[in-house]
């Protein structure tokens, strides 16, 4: 989902990358695990009480924009025409999203394929800057939209952005930064929601829209910071434990997580589009039974088997799988 964590052939996979990537899925799955087993339509009831579905998208965007960049900077050094790599990236993505789309009308991966066509793939063409200030102005028009394709393309540039500027490079490094970064996002968050109540108050609820994306998108910010900083902890070892499997076959338990709802509702009857407590206990039933899997099967294998299978797609030849053994 995220995108490979790789900058150059035989480089360390970025850690923190992967935690933030297997965090993210568990809130995506959490928040619309009750609009799956719905077949998309709403329930009568806020789904999973106030978990917001929308939460975990920006993390997500964050994360594709990253991977995207790095996966350029690779292809860069192994291939003459490294757009073509991303090109058919884009493209296999696509394909697995219309087919994804089937089971799930609310699945992302057509739309980041496709904002990925139309902007992030020109973007590499761009200086730096163009790209950073393209991602705020992108971003701030659609804050004040409320969300949108705009919003997915403004933190796809924001991703790029930071690892063109070599962020990304330093993040398993820097503790102040996301230490700083986190109490502004905080105390941005604490004047948005002051803003809210105080509209509430006086029944002004036209704008709320604007103010519900702001805080949302401040609220990820700042479980970002917070994931960056506790790696920084004692910490480390328990986080990338429990989510780097996760992360690592991010796309794969993408995809199996809806076929897994699916299956738990419709073929074992269990109420989880009706029952908020069905739907938590489903989601960690699923959420556990995809670490043993992921944990288990990076033990054999180099990367999860939509992830291989993408990656065949992206680099038009099929590479090794399994991790030989010694």
Known sequence: MGGPAMTSPGRPRIAALDVLRGFTLCEILLANIQLIANDGTAVVTQPMGDWDPWLGLPIFSLLFGIGFSLLLDSAASRVPCPRLVLLRRLLALLAIGLVHMLLWPGEVLTRYAIVGVLVLLPSTWLPRWAVAGLSAALVTVAVIGGGGPLLIAGLFLLGSALVRYGVIEKIERSTRGPVLLGLVFAAGLASVLWVQASMRAV???????????????????????????????????????????????????????????????HILGLPIGQSSSAAFQAAGAILTAQWLFSTLWLRRFRQGPMEWLWRWATWAHRSALRIPTS
């Open 203 to 265: 029944g002004a609820t036209t704008q709320l829209s604007f103010t519900s994306t702001l805080a949302d998108l401040l609220l990820a910010g700042v479980y970002v910071c917070v994931l960056l900083i506790l790696l920084r902890t004692p910490l480390r070892p328990a986080l990338q434990f429990v989510f780097a499997p996760l992360g690592r076959v991010a796309l794969t338990n993408y995809l199996t997580a809806t076929l897994l709802v699916l299956a738990a509702s």
